[in-house]
Nanobody
Framework: QVQLVESGGGSVQAGGSLRLSCTPS????????MAWFRQTLTNKREGVAV???????VYSDSVKGRFTISRDKVKRTLHLQMNSLKPEDSSIYYC????????????????WGQGTQVTVSS
């Protein structure tokens, strides 16, 4: 059973920074796409960033230039460095993973973490 555990969420003032982490366990395949999603006001999951199984990175337009996704190749731990945070970034952030190449779309991901809350105040 693959498990993903997020950490690093919290409360921060607008303009501040947070670093999220996602620690996986139970991977049985060598190559995975790993992504960050966040929950919108309409309770849909919005793609934030993905590292594909070939290490190609894609960001959503709303976070490009402010957020950086990275992955520890040895531990397979996923990170999201969030800078210049805005109140509209407030959300529950979810880590997701699937074997092989996947799009930045919720339906493409088989495994999900429990989420970590990010609150940005003005």
């Amino acid at each position: 059973q693959v498990q993903l555990v997020e950490s690093g969420g919290g409360s921060v003032q607008a303009g501040g920074s947070l670093r999220l982490s996602c620690t996986p366990s139970g991977f049985t395949e060598n190559l995975y796409s790993m992504a960050w999603f966040r929950q919108t006001l309409t309770n849909k999951r919005e793609g934030v960033a993905v590292i594909h199984s070939d290490d190609y990175i894609v960001y959503s337009d709303s976070v490009k230039g402010r957020f950086t996704i990275s992955r520890d190749k040895v531990k397979r731990t996923l990170h999201l460095q969030m800078n210049s945070l805005k109140p509209e970034d407030s959300s529950i952030y979810y880590c997701a993973a699937s074997a092989g190449w996947q799009r930045l779309a919720p339906a493409d991901y088989k495994y999900w973490g429990q989420g970590t809350q990010v609150t940005v105040s003005s």
